[in-house]
């Protein structure tokens, strides 16, 4: 049961309904980025609202016959949400032609919700009070120097390293590279003496695993061993959308979710810092 998003009592049918789901899902898969290398952790439910954040090695006390887990971190489960309005005489338009109706409102507002998520898990959360980090954001990451990536092998050995970097420290597993549109483009050049393109090595190093991410600012790149022993996201509600009201004879939407990024070892994370 979902009344907590009020589709029941909606006046619209499960057919309208399926097409909303559809178009926002389609979006989202387009978009998103970061869940195409890190871990999910769920769904768990929308009525999760807070979560351990710290290192999965704990430690149990008994005292005076209370038994607790000293140091413990948790962390509140944000809400996401972005709204939209379909407007009643489109709908009744659509109807009486017999044509799909026209769901780029709804598309549009996904878009800058899955925004939001990306921006999210790289960069935290800007509200006071909450505490949640980012994967740049967060406290203990390490930080390598950045070459020039725009010429000769500086974006390969700098991968180099840092593989070696995390390895060092027993973070084993998928590394995966995650890079701003900008340097996503330098590594589009073929490198002299290989007939490769510089993001073909980097790839082939990787496994495949380099990403683009929009939500990033210009000449950032990270580098991240994605096992969920040390970094997932934590999913309470995925995304969905919920009934709000009518207002006006108009309808308003709203796309939701819970989720919360969990860095349980900083030092698996690698912000490259350019040298400049």
């Known amino acids: 049961m979902e009344d907590y998003l ?10 309208f309904w399926k097409g909303l789901d559809e178009a926002v899902v389609e979006t989202a898969r387009e978009i998103l980025t970061a869940r195409r290398f890190l871990p999910l952790h ?5 009525g ?44 009744e338009s659509a109807k009486r032609e017999g044509q799909p109706f ?28 909450l505490g949640v980090d980012g994967l740049l954001t967060t406290p203990g990451i390490s930080k390598l120097k950045r070459g020039d990536w725009s010429t000769g092998e500086d974006a390969f050995t700098d991968i180099v390293s ?24 330098q590594l ?9 393109m510089e993001i073909e090595r980097i790839r082939q190093l990787l496994d495949g695993r380099v990403f683009q991410a929009t939500a990033l600012q210009s000449g950032t790149a990270l580098l991240l061993c ?5 970094v997932d996201l934590l999913v309470g509600q995925d995304i969905r959308t919920a009934y709000v009201e009518q207002a006006e ?10 989720a919360l990024l969990r860095v349980k070892y900083p030092d698996a994370v690698i912000a490259y810092q350019s040298e400049k």
């Open 6 to 15: 009020g589709r029941d009592a909606s006046p619209f049918s499960e057919e």
């Open 42 to 46: 769920g769904p768990l439910g929308p």
């Open 48 to 91: 999760i609202q807070v979560a351990p954040t710290d290192s999965p090695v704990r430690e149990e006390r008994t005292e005076n016959g209370f038994t607790f887990s000293p140091k413990r971190s948790f962390v509140e489960v944000p809400q996401l949400s972005e709204d939209f309005w379909l407007l009643w005489r489109d709908l």
């Open 102 to 129: 026209d769901l780029s409102a709804a598309r549009v507002a996904a878009q800058a919700f899955c925004r939001r998520e990306d921006q999210m898990i790289f960069y935290g959360v800007q509200v006071p009070n």
């Open 162 to 185: 840092g593989i070696s970097a995390l390895q060092q420290k027993g973070r084993m597993g998928r590394h995966s590279l995650v890079v701003s549109p900008d340097l996503f483009v």
């Open 188 to 196: 589009h050049r073929i490198q002299p003496g290989t007939g490769l």
């Open 226 to 230: 994605a096992q969920p022993q040390y």
């Open 249 to 258: 004879l108009n309808h308003h939407f709203r796309i939701l979710e819970t």
